[in-house]
């Protein structure tokens, strides 16, 4: 894509992906996280060997033996949502500019950046506008605008003083391509080492209920093995489960 | 008195010859500011074409630029337990990723990009210029340049699956608004169907869909009946068929089609032109015969690997000897 303005640089190196055809723009994926939400009273364990964790859900209900009695507990596959295609198109917009030139010295935290900068191109008098929308970006700033008209002034005029702290640092403006979800499929993947243990009875307390729940699915005789992990959030309690992508 | 006349006449004259003279100059002046104003008219057609061809080819270029991007299987790791900071983090499952478009490079016959460790190296390199490398028994004269790259988009994609609300979709359009409210939320709180306690309901009657909203996690007990692998996709203006549901109404049963409901958003989208830091486009081999692209790569590698030709450790090396391939680059 050849773009007529100047746009941050990003640095790029070749690693060897060659093909003979050209084929749209491949992409590659980072920063992968997924958040899962534990309500209280449950557990998630992760085996080491998937299929003790195909055999301990094998049974919707697990009695756990806790000295004189028994909990019950119900388990779960645990599954989640994961982004399969993505199409995305981009535009020029009429409404946001990109704001760069920033030195990389510049001793501001995001919001304090995105703060100053809102409040000089918010003024009429320095030919913006009210500010609707703010993101920091690689190498620059995309502010939106709420009035037609805004940006492309803006936009004209290019280049501006911009008090940042105690410097008055000389920034550009130029035109911004948003870009539009054309279409987002997302799909539901099973994490096969996981079991989602739910409806955890508030007889113990954490720590104690993470040890009785960690011997009782190592037990071979229950189906259970090895555990790689188990994290507890007690009745009472929220968690997040948090997952990643597998490097290498 | 023929002194006088003589004066007279040539007053006379210099009168006439000044008068012509302001008369000249001032067509002098309308001649001038007539060519002036010209000129600028020439400059003012060139210009407004100029405007009319970027802004041409502006158009081009964004309805040209899109992502098209078919994900493979991720594996995936549990990585710990956090505490939600909001109530808004605890009703929905999220998932978010970057997206970085690899930015393509058409490699020619007879150039090569070599990929250093150090970016120090690849300028080097550049810097250079010549190059004489031992291809095998030929001597190869090659230029070292650095790779003009085009731009590449990127962004985030922030998806949220509700864990307390559900779409509905294709119900039948047989009752009064507020009465087929209040059929879906008896019908959707049958614990027997897989339903859980409503906290509300929107119904719109012209499109026959609802999105019904539980209590804490009613509604995963809803999305756990439609077992397998689901496809949730989020079209502009389709949803797909999920599986459905029993809605009553009036002894008789509808099924309506319930899917999870999901917001797909994008996040810090920019356009980055692509800069070249640690790779070099090697030049000069489009007469190489009776060899192949892998040795040629190879004596690349064993020549620019040594710091007594400018080189340093060499990440990797791909050349075109025939057809001109896609080379791509990323972050």
Redesign the interface.
């Known amino acids: 894509?050849?773009?007529?303005f100047?746009?941050?640089?990003?640095?790029?190196?070749?690693?060897?992906?060659?093909?003979?055809?050209?084929e749209?723009?491949?992409?590659?994926?980072?920063?992968?996280?997924?958040?899962?939400?534990?309500?209280g009273g449950s557990a998630?364990v992760?085996f080491d060997d998937p299929n003790v964790a195909k055999q301990v859900l094998q049974q919707k209900e697990h009695k756990i033996n806790v000295e004189e009695f028994w909990l019950r507990v119900q388990v779960?596959p645990l599954?989640?949502?994961?982004?399969?295609?993505?199409?995305?198109?981009?535009?020029?917009s009429d409404q946001r500019v990109?704001v760069s030139g920033f030195p990389a010295e510049l001793k501001l935290s995001e919001e304090e950046l995105l703060d100053k900068l809102e409040i000089f191109f918010g003024k009429t008098k320095n030919g913006g506008g009210d500010v609707e929308m703010r993101?920091?970006?690689?190498?620059?700033v995309?502010l939106g605008f709420a009035k037609d008209g805004v940006a492309q002034r803006l936009c004209q005029t290019g280049q501006f003083t911009v008090p940042l702290g105690k410097q008055q640092v000389p920034l550009r403006a130029s035109p911004y391509?948003?870009?539009?979800?054309?279409?987002?499929?997302?799909?539901?993947?099973?994490?096969p080492?996981?079991v989602l243990v739910l409806n955890i009875p508030d007889v113990l307390d954490g720590p104690e209920l993470q040890d009785i729940l960690e011997v009782h699915f190592q037990k071979p005789t229950r189906g259970g093995g090895e555990v790689?992990?188990l994290?507890v959030?007690p009745l009472g309690?929220?968690?997040?489960?948090?997952?990643?992508?597998?490097s290498g | 008195m023929p002194g006088l006349e003589i004066m007279a006449a040539n007053e006379d004259n210099k009168k006439q010859a000044l008068k012509e003279c302001c008369l000249d100059e001032e067509f002098t002046q309308d001649e001038q500011n007539q060519k002036l104003i010209d000129e600028i008219a020439k400059e003012n057609i060139l210009l407004t074409e100029e405007i009319q061809k970027?802004e041409a080819?502006?158009q081009e270029?964004?309805?040209?630029?899109?992502?098209?991007?078919?994900?493979p299987?991720?594996?995936?790791?549990?990585?710990?337990?956090?505490?939600?900071e909001s109530d808004s983090?605890?009703?929905?499952?999220?998932?978010?990723?970057?997206?970085?478009?690899?930015?393509?490079?058409?490699?020619q016959k007879g150039q090569a990009?070599i990929?250093f460790e150090k970016e120090e190296v690849a300028q080097n390199v550049i810097r250079r210029g010549e190059h004489y490398v031992q291809l095998q028994d030929v001597n190869v004269k090659m230029m070292a340049k650095p790779?003009p790259?085009?731009?590449?988009?990127?962004?985030?994609?922030h998806?949220e699956?509700s864990?307390m609300k559900v779409n509905v979709t294709e119900i039948p359009d047989i009752l009064p608004e507020s009465q087929m409210r209040d059929k879906l939320e008896l019908s959707f709180c049958k614990s027997r169907n897989g339903g859980g306690e409503v906290e509300s309901v929107e119904y719109d009657k012209q499109s026959g869909s609802a999105v019904i909203t539980f209590v804490?996690?009613g509604g995963t007990h809803v999305l756990?009946k439609l077992n397998g692998?689901?496809?949730?996709?989020?079209?502009?203006d389709k949803i797909l068929k999920m599986k459905d549901y029993p809605l009553y109404i009036n002894q008789n049963c509808h099924r309506v089609i319930v899917s999870p409901y999901?917001e797909?958003h994008?996040?810090?989208?920019?356009?980055?032109?692509?800069?070249?830091?640690?790779?070099v486009l090697l030049t000069g081999m489009e007469n190489l015969q009776k060899t192949d692209e892998e040795t040629v790569e190879d004596f690349i590698n064993i020549h620019f690997q040594r710091e007594k030709n400018g080189g340093g450790e060499v990440?990797?090396v791909?050349c075109s000897l025939g057809?001109s391939?896609?080379?791509?680059?990323?972050?």
């Open positions: 894509m050849l773009v007529p100047p746009v941050p640089e990003v640095p790029l190196v070749f690693r060897g992906h060659i093909q003979q055809d050209r749209m723009a491949k992409s590659v994926i980072s920063k992968l996280q997924i958040s899962y939400p534990l309500p998630v992760i779960q599954e989640l949502p994961m982004l399969t295609t993505i199409q995305v198109s981009s535009q020029m990109l993101e920091l970006l690689q190498g620059g995309m391509v948003s870009g539009t979800i054309q279409k987002a499929e997302v799909r539901s993947q099973l994490v080492q996981a790689e992990a994290r959030v309690h929220r968690g997040l489960a948090v997952f990643t992508a597998k | 970027l080819e502006l270029a964004t309805r040209n630029s899109q992502i098209n991007e078919d994900i299987e991720t594996k995936i790791k549990f990585t710990s337990v956090e505490n939600p983090q605890f009703s929905n499952i999220s998932y978010s990723c970057q997206v970085s478009s690899k930015v393509p490079y058409e490699l990009l990929t790779v790259l085009n731009s590449g988009v990127r962004f985030q994609v998806v699956v864990k804490e996690s756990r692998a689901l496809p949730f996709q989020l079209f502009a999901t797909t994008l996040k810090k989208f920019q356009v980055f032109s692509g800069v070249a830091k640690r790779t990440e990797v791909a057809q391939q896609i080379a791509y680059f990323e972050e």
